[in-house]
C-alpha cells in the first residue's frame, strides 16, 4: 500500500445528511483501512453551535446507525477502532453564507504549516461561490488546495456556466472535482477493465455486432421530504442529464491513450459533443415524460407525486423519463441506446443491458425458437454484478440439440474482501488527486447543451408527463416506445 498524504479533508454541510450518512462512514472505513494518514484531519463545517466533544458523540451515533449494512461484510461499527477514528474528527461552527463567521475554521487549519486541503462542499450549489470566495478572504486556499462540487451543478447551461465560473475564480479547473457518485462504483469501474482488457469484448463493442444498449436507474422510494428541490429540477435534471450520461459515456467511448485524468474525459467529452439532439416531432417520439400517482410499492400503499408532503396539484415536473439516444460516429451507427429513470417504480435497481446481435442463421431445431441473443448485464445496484448470457445444449438425450440461455457468473467470489463503497473510490481519488472518474466543466456544459434541447422542447411543444401508477415501471407509452422499433425493455 502507498503510503499517503498527509492532508486536512474539510466537510461544508458537516452535520447534512449526504456528509453524516455517506462522508463520515466513507472516511471511517479508509482510516481503517489505512488509506488515511494518521496526521490527516477531519474538519466537519456547520452552523451548529457545538463543542468537540459533542461534535464527535454525533458522528459516533451516526456511524452505528449508518454503518448497519456493512455488517455482513464484517464491516460494522467498532467502538474501539473509533477511538482511534475520532482523534482526526474536528468541528468548526461557521455561517457559510457570512465570510465574518469562518474566523474558527482560519483558526484550525493555521494551526499548522499549509498542507493539502480538500474541501468538499456537501452544500446546496447556491453557496458554492460564497464559500470559495470566504476560503479566498481569510487566504485558505493553497497551492496543493483542491475542491469537491457535488450536483445538481445548475439546472441548465446558464445557471451551470454561473457557478463554473464562481469556482473558476478561486480554482483552477485542474483542482474542481466534481462528484457523481455513480462512477465510484467497483462495477461501473469495471466496464472500462472487461472493454479495455478483455480480446473477447474489444473487437465486438461496436453497431457490426451490438444491437442496442439499455441503461435503467430505477427507484422505488419518492421525495422523502424533498418536494420542493424535486419539483424544481425534475428526473431529467436531477438524473438523465448527469448519472445516466456518466454511464452512457463509459460504454460507449473509444479507448482512452491511457487511464490519465484528462485521456478518459477527453473520450467522454467525444461522445456526448457526438450525441445526434432529440427536437422536433422526435420529442414525441423519442422522449417520454411521466409523473407517478398513487399505487403501492410491495404490499404498501403510497401516495401520489402531488399528495406527497409540500405537493402542489399544479406541477407538471416530470418523475420519469425514458428516451431513445443515437450517437452519430462509426462505432454506434444506427445502435439505440435506450434510458430510462425514475421514482416510484416496482423496484430499486440500477443495470446497464448490452444486448448484442442475434446469429445471422441457425441450424438449430424448429428455427432456433429456444435461441435468445447473447447479453451482458451490468448491475450496479443494490447488489453489483456482471453476467453474460449465452446459449447452451439443454443436457440429456434429447431429440435433436435442443438450446437453452445460459448464465456466465463474472462477479467477485463471495469470500472476496469487503467491496468499498462509491464515495471511499471518490474521495481516495481526489486525495490521490486523480481525476480520471469526475466531470470536467466541458463535459458538463456538453451535456447541458444535449438535455436542454430537450428541456426547451418540451416546453415550446408543452409535451406534458404521463400518468403511471406508483410501483410500475414507467407509463406505457414507455414500453410503445422501445416496441415500435422491434425491441423490449429487459426483464420485462
Partial sequence: ????????????????????????????????????????????????????????????????????????????????????????????????????????????????????????????????????????????????????????????????????????????????????????????????????????????????????????????????????????????????????????????????????????????????RSLRFIEGNDLKTKTVRGQYSSGAIGKEAVPGFFEEEGGSAKSDTETFVSLRADIDNWRWNNVPIYMRTGKRMSKRYSEIVVDFKEIPHSIFPNGGSCIDSNKLVIRLQPDESISMFIMNKVPGLTDGMRLQKVELDLNIPENSPRVPDAYEHLILDVIRDNSALFMRRDEVEAAWIWADKILDGWSEQDIKPKSYPAGTNGPSASIAMIEKDGRSWYGE
Avoid at 86 to 114: G, R
Avoid at 196 to 211: G, T, V
Wanted: overall charge negative; proline content about 3%.
Fill in 1 to 272: 500500500m502507498m503510503e499517503e498524504k498527509i492532508c486536512d479533508i474539510i466537510i461544508f454541510g458537516g452535520h447534512g445528511d449526504l456528509a453524516l450518512r455517506k462522508l463520515m462512514p466513507a472516511l471511517y472505513h479508509l482510516c481503517s483501512d489505512g488509506y488515511i494518514s494518521n496526521e490527516s484531519r477531519i474538519i466537519s463545517v456547520s452552523r451548529d453551535a457545538m463543542i468537540q466533544e459533542e461534535h464527535a458523540d454525533l458522528i459516533e451515533e451516526k456511524l452505528k446507525l449508518n454503518l448497519k449494512n456493512d455488517c455482513l461484510n464484517n464491516a460494522c461499527f467498532d467502538k474501539v477502532f473509533f477511538d482511534s477514528f475520532k482523534k482526526h474528527l474536528f468541528y468548526a461552527q461557521v455561517d457559510l453564507t457570512a465570510s465574518e463567521s469562518y474566523a474558527p475554521l482560519a483558526e484550525l487549519l493555521n494551526q499548522y504549516p499549509p498542507r493539502e486541503r480538500i474541501n468538499y462542499l456537501s452544500t446546496s450549489p447556491s453557496l458554492f461561490g460564497n464559500i470559495c470566495k470566504s476560503l479566498h478572504e481569510h487566504q485558505l486556499i493553497t497551492e496543493a488546495s483542491r475542491v469537491v462540487l457535488e450536483k445538481p451543478i445548475g439546472r441548465d447551461l446558464a445557471s451551470s456556466r454561473v457557478i463554473n465560473e464562481e469556482v473558476a475564480e478561486y480554482f483552477d479547473e485542474s483542482a474542481i472535482f466534481r462528484i457523481d457518485h455513480y462512477l465510484g462504483k467497483d462495477t461501473v469501474q469495471n466496464i472500462l477493465a472487461l472493454r479495455f482488457s478483455n480480446m473477447l469484448f474489444a473487437p465486438i463493442w461496436n453497431a457490426q455486432y451490438i444491437d442496442h444498449i439499455q441503461i435503467t436507474v430505477a427507484e422505488s422510494v419518492g421525495l422523502e421530504g424533498r418536494w420542493d428541490y424535486y419539483n424544481e429540477y425534475g428526473a431529467m435534471r436531477d438524473m438523465m442529464q448527469n448519472h445516466l450520461m456518466q454511464l452512457l459515456c463509459l460504454v460507449t467511448m473509444e479507448p482512452p491513450c491511457s487511464l490519465d485524468g484528462n485521456s478518459v474525459r477527453d473520450e467522454k467529452l467525444k461522445v456526448i
